[in-house]
């Protein structure tokens, strides 16, 4: 396992980790349109003014201020974004820091900690250079990135404490920070949610968060929505995860096999599948 003093935060290496991730994604389902990029000097909404309201940081401001995003509402103004990781919204901070809309002399005090709750979910004592990466209630995943020691925490409880280990042998499990490194450079105050959240190097995270994807543990159904192959599904719902998983192989993924994945075909083969075998399977489009 890698420790902390092996791993340092590059403002511009973020960036990039998530430009990459982002880009993977519309190469496997995603529109084109829904991922936006900052304008010059970056997204105006994410000022100094919202940074003391939300209580972080400046990294974190800075930060926020220069990524792309998955867009939040579409076109007509409506909150539809895609999911970025399975059954997972990922915050638009350049939506949610935008206060222009409220109006003068409204009592703003309580949205920067509804904000935190909204997207670092039931964790206590949350620094200030640690921001939430994902924004929903309490059935949407958490990711917490860390801007002082570049890594980001994925709590056990929504699914991290499963890459913990390398339980099977996989050559291409990808390593944790160790825990106790953690323990040992952080206040007592942050040491169990720390520890109950396992972490990786902040490219070290995109890049296990694709291999869920390569891997088909994590299944697109259409542009818009992603499921994992290990919920618990309806009787009348049996079979579809090996069959869904059959038609991306059918059709390229991924593409790094030496194929070429056909993403249109493919998202085409998986409508017309759900339609004729899981018509009553619950989806977007």
Aim: with cysteine; charged share 25%.
């Amino acid at each position: 396992m890698p420790d902390l003093d092996e791993i340092s935060y590059s403002r511009e290496e973020t960036i990039f980790a998530f430009r990459d991730f982002y880009r993977f994604l519309v190469d496997l389902y995603m529109e084109d349109s829904d991922i936006i990029e900052p304008p010059k000097g970056g997204w105006p909404t994410v000022s100094p003014e919202f940074g003391q309201l939300f209580g972080k940081s400046d990294e974190v401001i800075a930060l926020l201020r220069s990524l792309p995003y998955i867009r939040q509402n579409s076109p007509n103004g409506q909150w539809s974004p895609p999911h970025g990781s399975a059954n997972c919204y990922w915050a638009d901070w350049q939506s949610l820091a935008d206060l222009g809309g409220v109006e003068a002399g409204v009592d703003m005090s309580g949205l920067g900690e509804t904000l935190k709750a909204m997207t670092e979910g039931a964790l206590d004592d949350v620094p200030a250079h640690v921001v939430g990466l994902t924004y929903g209630d309490r059935e949407n995943k958490t990711f917490l990135l860390d801007t002082e020691f570049g890594v980001v925490h994925w709590p056990e409880s929504d699914g991290g404490g499963n890459h913990r280990h390398n339980l099977g042998d996989d050559p291409s499990f990808i390593e944790p920070v160790d825990p106790w490194d953690v323990d040992e450079h952080v206040p007592e105050n942050e040491v169990e949610w720390r520890h109950e959240s396992p972490a990786w190097a902040i490219t070290a995270f995109f890049e296990l968060l694709k291999k869920q994807f390569r891997e088909l543990k994590w299944i697109p159904i259409n542009t818009r929505e992603v499921i994992a192959c290990d919920t618990t599904f309806t009787p009348s719902e049996d079979g579809m995860i090996h069959m869904l998983q059959g038609i991306f192989r059918e059709h390229g993924w991924p593409s790094e096999q030496g194929g070429t994945y056909r993403k249109r075909e493919c998202l085409e083969a998986v409508k017309a599948a759900l339609e004729e075998h899981y018509s009553t399977f619950h989806k977007f489009d």
